[in-house]
């Protein structure tokens, strides 16, 4: 996947040509930036700065400009993203934090890790976001914080979820670490709620080099809580009035972050395209298509359909050389390391038929037309017409 350009596609005469479509290929976006990403890198390299270099404070600025907060802080991963803006919020033990069952382990792992309980909610059917329908009779004297999920690039429904909330005055963190530069309205995830969390991880929009990931805040004493937290909870330097964590963004993520956030919009653009051409080439197909609840703008990290016979159809596309994942094949509260919360098959029906039924299709921005015709053929071919 990330072993330079791929050519990976012999684009005519259309699909039947096609050798392979790859779930992600980030050497499709190398290409074009590789002068300016390489001197970037090349940069850090040469000024030594790895450390809290000043690409980090310039990218922490671009950031929290582009997305409209107040303050952005670079962490290691968007799993610390979370871990800091939990522990931020003062969740530890005997705590709990309410979060849906069907999204990446981190948004749970997080939680326990801090000492904490997960209180697992459903998600929708059609969006697979917080089933805000389970919110209230999932809050308790002990609930800390909410924290939807903004699965997939689409916001979880936050005017159901932030009337709950502020009925019960909990606050609000976004796990947005599939979402940056999608909205709700025309606000930018992870901007609403109390903190936000973003990830760059390199399959999601916007990715680095490796791991790293970004919390903002509008909150000035907030976000000088996370600052502290984030660097072994010191301030000044070597002053301990927490125990906190070594958690940073790289100099070196920074300064691809750098090159490449200016493009994210144009990347979103292109993925918001590509999952309105699926929409037509599978329009009558015998499968689930995501759907857009229009609320904001969906930035589809991924492009996930549902069908029943979901593990022949991920045979039928790996005989046809076409990427895919299942995002996620086990509901959170029927993970084994969860089973003293004792939780039951049954539990969160929607979130049980996500994992059994979901697909994630090929969606990066630089997909060609004939790659996507391929795909969508692929799946009609298996699942047929209604
Ligand atoms: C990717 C992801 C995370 C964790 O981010 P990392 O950078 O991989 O640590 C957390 N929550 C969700 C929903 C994610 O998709």
Redesign the pocket.
Known sequence: MMQGVQDSTVRKPGWGMIQQVPLLDLGRQYAPLKTELDAAVLAVLAHGHFINGPEVGQFEKAAAAYVGAKHAIGVA???DA?LVALRALGVGPGDEVVIPTF??F??AGVVTNLGARPVFVDVEEDTYNLDVRGLEKAITKKTKAIMP?H?FGQCADLDAIFKIAAKHNIPVVE?A??ALSSRFGDKHAGTLGALGCY???PS?NLGCLG?G?LIVCNDDKLAALVRKLKNHGAEPKYYHELVGYNSRLDTIHAAALLVKLPHLDEWSKKRRENAARYDKLLAGAKVQLPVDRGQGYHIYNQYTIALDRRDDLRAHLKSRKIGHEVYYPVPLHMQKCFAGLAYKQGDFPASERAAARACSLPIFPEMTVEEQEYVAKAVKDFAGQA
């Open positions: 991963s968007g799993t979370l999204t990446f981190a948004t999920v699965l796990d670490a599939q990830s760059f991880f999601k791991d990931g």
